[in-house]
Nanobody, 115 residues
Framework: QVHLAESGGGLVQAGGSVRLSCLASGIRVRANTVGWSRQAPGMQRELVAVQPRIGVKHYGDFVEGRFTISRDDDRNMFYLQMNSLKPEDTAVYYC?????????WGQGTQVTVSS
């Protein structure tokens, strides 16, 4: 059974940094597309970052160079490093993995940025 578990969320002041982690079980991170999305209250879920199996990483326009997605295939984990956080980055962040069109999602982790 595939399971993705996020960790690392919490409360941070504006301008601060947070690193989110996603641990995958039941599926190999290696050779699959991984990514992060977020959903703020009353808003639609939006793409934050995606790292394809092969190719260039992509980020939402709002990221503006502040976030970095990375992966550790040996640990079967991937990460989202978020710097220069803004109050508008407050949201539930979800990790996901796409294997040949099949998507798997974590339960989400709350990130709250105080002004």
């Amino acid at each position: 059974q595939v399971h993705l578990a996020e960790s690392g969320g919490g409360l941070v002041q504006a301008g601060g940094s947070v690193r989110l982690s996603c641990l995958a079980s039941g599926i190999r991170v290696r050779a699959n597309t991984v990514g992060w999305s977020r959903q703020a209250p009353g808003m639609q879920r939006e793409l934050v970052a995606v790292q394809p199996r092969i190719g260039v990483k992509h980020y939402g326009d709002f990221v503006e160079g502040r976030f970095t997605i990375s992966r550790d295939d040996d640990r079967n984990m991937f990460y989202l490093q978020m710097n220069s956080l803004k109050p508008e980055d407050t949201a539930v962040y979800y990790c996901y993995l796409n294997q040949l069109g099949n998507e798997y999602w974590g339960q989400g982790t709350q990130v709250t940025v105080s002004s």
